[in-house]
């Protein structure tokens, strides 16, 4: 991470004044963080990541001239630096794919709502101590050797097991990869409970279905849950786990901050499943789903978190591995790997 006393300069990239001039009154407003260049397309984005060396970018992806995909996809070529896909609600869809190009996350565009703008300073404060390059080498694609104990080496497929999967910032990119490394024949549901904007769960569940060979859906009140099938909890709903394998939507709890709230899925996964139970745990801020990890290592279950080299942000995985609650600390590249030994299946 950067010396939290330096200031951390940003690139605004956006098509439209009016945007690039809100993102910017935004930034400058908190201190400790400089506003050191605007751009109005990718192509001019690219040239001025190259001159002002900007800790970090705000992108837009809808632009003329190059668009934010194909400038992401330069800039980490040419000049890496932490990039937040800043997107309407409506751009949703194309901003995931951003993600894939090398984006550490993104986050709905602010508008004159004061909490919106606070969240869009934590996130740059947040991004740009991520060391850019350790990230894309730990995203870089590897030879995989299967996990001992997998289902090559003749291990019995158990019955009755779920998944369930905490992430927040940086989660996306990690599902993805895990997610395109397990075999259509995935013998167990996988529940998700993932921080993300409302609005925005739809959009990430088709980004998802185009690299994984399991059906990615949200999750729907009072669905049955079925192996090779993955359920993204939308942030606006609580999503718990019953012991006959639905899905249950309902409010989420009072006062709670994170959304979804990941510890309600979790326990609600130990509660439903005890030992066959399955708690993963990935790259993410604040400390929500360690509770959850934590129930389920005390009914039985496996734990497995997310390792820091490959995390965008080592915080609620740190904490429950500090705490006792994980089984085993993974590199994501070995993650699927190791779900495939604890459940079963086969990889494409």
């Known amino acids: 991470m950067k010396n939290s006393d330096r200031t951390i300069r940003v690139l605004v990239v956006d098509d439209s004044p009016m945007v690039r001039d809100m993102i910017t009154a935004v930034l400058s407003s908190a201190p400790g963080i400089s506003v050191v260049g605007k751009a109005s397309n990718g192509l001019e984005a690219v040239t001025k990541v190259t001159s002002l060396k900007p800790d970090l970018v705000t992108m837009d992806i809808e632009m003329p001239l190059l668009g934010g995909l194909e400038a992401i996809e330069r800039i980490m070529a040419e000049h890496p630096v932490p990039i937040l896909v800043v997107t309407a609600r409506g751009g949703v869809h194309t901003a995931f794919a951003a993600v894939s190009k090398g984006a550490l996350d993104l986050i709905e565009k602010p508008d004159i709502d004061p909490r919106s703008g606070q969240e869009l300073i934590k996130k740059v404060r947040l991004l740009s101590g991520v060391d850019i390059a350790r990230h894309l080498a730990a995203r870089a694609p590897r030879t995989e050797t299967r996990a001992k104990g997998s289902a090559a080496s003749g291990r019995q497929r158990p019955d009755g097991r779920v998944v369930a999967i905490a992430a927040s910032t940086g ?127 005390s009914a039985g279950g496996a734990t497995l978190a997310q390792d820091a080299k490959s995390s965008v942000v080592y915080g609620m995985n740190r904490l429950a591995v500090e705490r006792g609650y994980v089984d085993r600390v993974v590199p994501l590249a070995d993650m699927a790997a190791e779900l495939t030994a604890l459940v079963g299946g086969t990889r494409p």
Request: contains cysteine; aromatic residues 6%.
């Open 171 to 297: 989660g996306p990119q990690a599902l993805q990869q895990i997610l395109s490394r397990l075999g259509a024949d995935f013998p167990a549901p996988i529940v998700i409970s993932q921080h993300i904007a409302e609005g925005f769960a739809q959009g990430m569940v088709d980004w998802l279905n185009t690299s994984t060979p399991l059906t990615v859906s949200v999750a729907r009140n009072r669905e049955q849950m079925r192996p090779g099938r993955v359920y993204v909890n939308p942030s606006e709903y609580s999503l718990s786990i019953t012991s006959q394998g639905q899905t249950i939507l309902g409010d989420q709890p009072a006062g709670e901050r994170y959304h979804p709230c990941c510890n309600t899925m979790l326990r609600s996964a130990a509660d439903a499943y005890g030992e066959h139970g399955v708690g993963v745990i990935l790259s993410g801020m604040g400390d929500d789903g360690v509770d959850g990890m934590a129930a389920i290592r």
